[in-house]
């Protein structure tokens, strides 16, 4: 079954990425069709993209595998998130004088037009989150209808180094040579999948632990009250790790067994058998160790968070609470060493239910939940126009029935004989691009199967070749 | 200033074997105590930097010492300066003991300036006069810090050297009393110094019936290292027995099994007229006897105290005990010197070096009690610092578990003056510990 109206994002992790399809339904539920998962290794660095030629290259693979899965259908145009270091929320307020009018749509609309010109200085408006609006200095949520004499609103928006943009948009659509719908601000995307609306009014946390960075956004009374990404991720933990003479491999695996949030005296002095960096001893590491090691990372990483509760002024915010997500938060005794620190009540992520109709497992899997909140924040489709079969010319809209389609290669072919709508040209033409990429490898293949008989006749033919060369010399 | 200092004098000193002889102020108000309880056939001398801590004390002979080094006022917790005036009133302490003083006891607390720095000097000049010399000391409670536990370890490594034999007392034991208010629990640490010395001195100068005398003492301590004196108490059935395991658990031993490997052992029973101690309850003590492995005899007695009632008392004394444990080789070397500081390899290696050693002191000392968590140097971030490379990178290489102020400090400074940065920079931390203010000035570059 081929799908011809559908989401594709792609959340760029620190240590994974992962692509996912989804499709929205009539009432707004995302049901998810496919997800493929890439390791980053280094071309993801704290959040941001490190190296855009792997990036891409990784990017591609993804779209590929996700298509597999997709009965024929072609992915056109991504979503990708940013979320990485240097994102952050920043205020800026624009006013308007109104003697003593009313506030009209018109209004608010040109608040918005102004606000949206707004360009500080070495930095990119990545996204403006809604405002808060104060009539005469009073808050007011619902202004349309109302007099004052000046109406102001106070906008949050979402700024980061021009570059955290561009590696995901116009840079990378040309490496990848497919379109990017958008850049969507991936801790955001997150806090609307897990927070609630009576969360987010009561003032709520969400904390993302990934294993380049672990961001930070703040609700309070119902709207964004700050967003900082802390440049500190749970990788740090197993690197830390790492000094005391293991291997990466073993240094995750320690993490994950032993690994404690909280530091928890050893009165016993246990002792724990890690594998060394030779590969070939292994060691004893005293538990306490391995708990100081952890524990004074990760309490780092809880002070930074602190920190920004503090600067967002909602730290000693009564009933204020925290929610917890991503692989990090999975370490024994984050909860409760956030708890203990922040003196707040703290639970785990789950996704809202209300926002997907199945998949919620792997929604609730906290390497895929960001993929799915990028996919909620989708709104165009993502399928790539495939041009009507000659029997069928009728279907020409956007949006058609799925239809069966049994193999991407006749798919192929069809297009590329057929007259392509002009809509479509480009994306076609991209499409094919990357066919011919997957052809040359494939010749590259068929060079490679030589077998031990094709060897030797070529070196055979090369010998001759020289001594026809060395005769003609001497001549 | 001389108009108001006491000499030490001789003519006011009874005749005594035993002297007791607090250093600094921990070891002042514990003999103050025992002055104020009054233990017969002791003398006792006060010897401090502090003048106004020496008049505050009722102990007739006080002794102030290091006038040109501290002016008497004090050592300012720098042990170096308690060690100068020790040093300097050298004379003036052997006079003070060389009154046919047999026996002596240095008392003092160690983490301060004068304890921690004169104790072991005072310890010194009376072993060398041959008096039996016998240190009791205090280490501090955790809570103060792991820059205190430090200096008095070090304290109690010298005092070790230059005694007969040292008893260690660890504050942190009186933990286990609950929630004690912080005065009552620094007197409680003044009375169990108070104790100890008072146990020692009991032994020698009770008359008992069968009798533990100085010969006995002297052969138990002489040269004997670390010692440990444990008292316990029973009443009722098997009163002896209880009052054996309530000693062996006040040790301050991990493993009370450790205190059977003690090369030399002397006891005490204590009963009253009223109840005194029976043929029934020798079997106790043959048990207890026979648990040491030592070759020495183990030398005991028994007595009266009548104020026990229907209570039995035994004070243990061991010595010669676990003293490789507590001094190690390595210990006896001296921490690297200012001069191979100046190497930063060798001041990194020499660092760590040190930290592992006084975790290992720590560890001895307070391996159940420590539970706060190691301190860290953590970095947070300000909002501009987010988005700091260079900051951020070094967070990164650095593990927080071994990061130190310096280094965040210095690559902080980085960032505002560049020109900074080139050669190795480093505060020389061990030419003025915490004595200048921190920021500025104690950079010193070397290229």
């Known amino acids: ?466 001594i026809d060369k060395a005769l003609k010399d001497e001549q | 200033m001389d108009d108001n200092t006491y000499d030490f004098d001789m003519a006011k000193a009874p005749q005594t074997i035993i002297k007791v002889i607090g250093v600094g102020g921990g070891g002042g108000n514990a003999v103050s105590n025992m002055y104020r309880e009054g233990i017969r056939d002791v003398s006792f001398v006060l010897c401090n930097t502090d003048n106004q801590a020496l008049q505050k004390s009722e102990v007739p002979d006080k002794l102030l010492i290091g006038r040109n080094t501290t002016n008497g006022l004090g050592s300012g917790n720098v042990p170096e300066r308690g060690e100068a005036a020790a040093i300097e009133s050298e004379k003036e302490i052997h006079d003070m003991l060389d009154d046919g003083t047999r026996m002596a006891f240095v008392t003092a607390g160690m983490g301060g300036g004068t304890g921690t720095g004169a104790g072991p000097i005072v310890a010194k000049i009376s072993k060398d006069m041959g008096i039996l010399t016998v240190g009791i000391v205090t280490i501090p409670f955790v809570f103060e810090g792991r820059p205190k536990i430090v200096k008095a370890l070090k304290g109690v490594r010298k005092m070790a050297q230059n005694v007969d034999s040292l008893l260690v007392i660890n504050n942190e034991r009186l933990r286990n009393f609950a929630d004690m208010p912080v005065p009552q629990a620094n007197r409680k640490a003044d009375e169990t110094l108070t104790i100890a010395a008072k146990s020692i001195a009991e032994i020698v100068t009770t008359n008992l019936e069968q009798n533990v005398d100085f010969a006995d003492v002297d052969t138990t301590m002489r040269n004997s290292g670390v010692a440990l004196i444990s008292i316990g108490f029973g009443e009722g059935e098997g009163r002896l027995h209880q009052a054996i395991s309530e000693a062996l658990e006040n040790t301050l031993v991990n493993d009370v099994n450790n205190i059977f490997n003690a090369q030399r052992v002397a006891f005490v029973i204590y009963y009253s007229h009223e109840d005194e101690l029976r043929i029934s309850e020798m079997t106790d003590i043959h048990n207890f006897m026979s648990q040491f492995k030592t070759e020495y005899e183990v030398k005991w007695g028994h007595g009266y105290d009548d104020s026990l009632g229907h209570k039995i008392k035994i004070t243990i004394l061991v010595t010669g005990f676990g003293l490789e444990d507590i001094l190690s080789q390595s210990e006896q070397q001296e921490l690297a010197t200012e001069e191979e500081i100046r190497q930063a390899a060798e001041r990194e290696e020499a660092a760590r070096k040190a930290r592992e050693e006084e975790d290992k002191w720590v560890r001895q000392y307070y391996g159940d009690y420590i539970d706060s968590r190691p301190n860290a140097e953590i970095v947070v971030f300000a909002v501009d610092e987010l988005d700091d490379d260079a900051l951020i990178s070094f967070v990164e290489d650095k593990p927080t578990y071994k990061r130190t102020a310096k280094d965040v400090q210095q690559i902080r400074r980085k960032g505002e003056e560049p020109v900074r940065t080139q050669g190795l920079s480093f505060t020389s931390s061990a030419a003025n510990p915490g004595k200048k203010p921190k920021s500025g000035g104690t950079v010193i570059s070397f290229r």
């Open chain 1, 1 to 466: 079954m081929a799908y011809t109206d559908f989401i594709a994002a792609i959340d760029l992790g620190s240590s994974h990425m992962v692509g996912m399809v989804g499709t929205k339904g009539p009432s707004g539920f995302l049901s998810i069709i496919a997800y493929e998962v890439e390791n980053s290794d280094t071309s993801i660095r704290r959040g941001c993209v490190y190296n855009i030629k792997d990036a891409a290259g990784k990017i591609v693979r993804l779209i590929r595998k996700l298509e597999n899965k997709l009965g024929g259908s072609r992915i056109g145009k991504v979503y990708i998130g940013v979320g990485g270091q240097s994102l952050r929320s920043v205020n800026h307020a624009v006013s308007r004088v109104l003697g003593s009018g009313t506030v009209t749509e018109e209004v608010l609309k040109e608040l918005d037009r102004e606000c949206r010109q707004y360009r500080p200085d070495m930095l990119d408006v990545l996204d403006v989150a809604t405002p808060v609006y104060y009539l005469d200095n009073q808050p007011e949520a619902h202004p349309v209808g109302l007099g004052c004499s000046r109406i102001e609103a106070r906008y949050k928006l979402l700024v980061g180094r021009p570059s955290l943009r561009h590696a995901v948009t116009t840079n990378m659509s040309e490496q990848i040579k497919l379109d990017v719908a958008g850049a969507i601000v991936s801790p955001l995307a997150l806090a609307d999948l897990i927070l609630t609306e009576q969360e987010k009014q009561k003032g709520c946390a969400l904390i993302d632990f990934g294993a380049g960075v672990t961001s930070v956004t703040m609700y309070k009374d119902g709207s964004l009250a700050g967003l900082y990404v802390i440049p500190l991720g749970s990788h740090l933990i197993t690197r830390d790790l790492m000094s005391l003479g293991m291997p990466e491999k073993e240094a995750e695996r320690v993490k994950r067994t032993y690994g404690n949030a909280i530091w928890e005296k050893d009165n016993e002095q246990q002792m724990v058998s890690v594998d060394l960096a030779d590969g070939q001893h292994s060691s004893e590491v005293k538990l306490s160790e391995i708990n100081m090691v952890v524990e004074a990372r990760s309490r780092e990483i809880i002070e930074n968070i602190y920190a920004r509760l503090e600067d967002t002024g909602v730290a000693k915010e009564p009933g204020y609470s925290i929610v917890i997500a991503g692989n990090g938060a999975a370490l024994k005794n984050m909860r409760e060493a956030l708890s203990e620190r922040f003196k707040m009540d703290v639970r785990y992520a789950s996704v809202r239910k209300d926002l997907i109709a199945d998949g919620e497992m792997i929604a609730n899997n906290p390497e895929y939940t960001t993929a799915v909140a990028l996919l909620l924040k989708g709104t165009e489709n993502c399928a790539l126009y495939i041009a009507p079969e000659p029997e069928k010319p009728k279907v020409v809209e956007t949006r058609f029935e799925p239809k069966e389609e049994p193999l991407i290669a006749e798919i192929e072919e069809k297009t590329e004989e057929q007259p392509v709508e002009k809509q479509a040209v480009a994306s076609a033409t991209a499409a094919k691009n990357r066919n011919s990429g997957t052809k040359k490898e494939d010749e590259k293949k068929k060079n490679k199967s030589w077998g031990l008989g094709d060897l030797f006749k070529n070196a055979v033919d090369k010998m001759g070749e020289g």
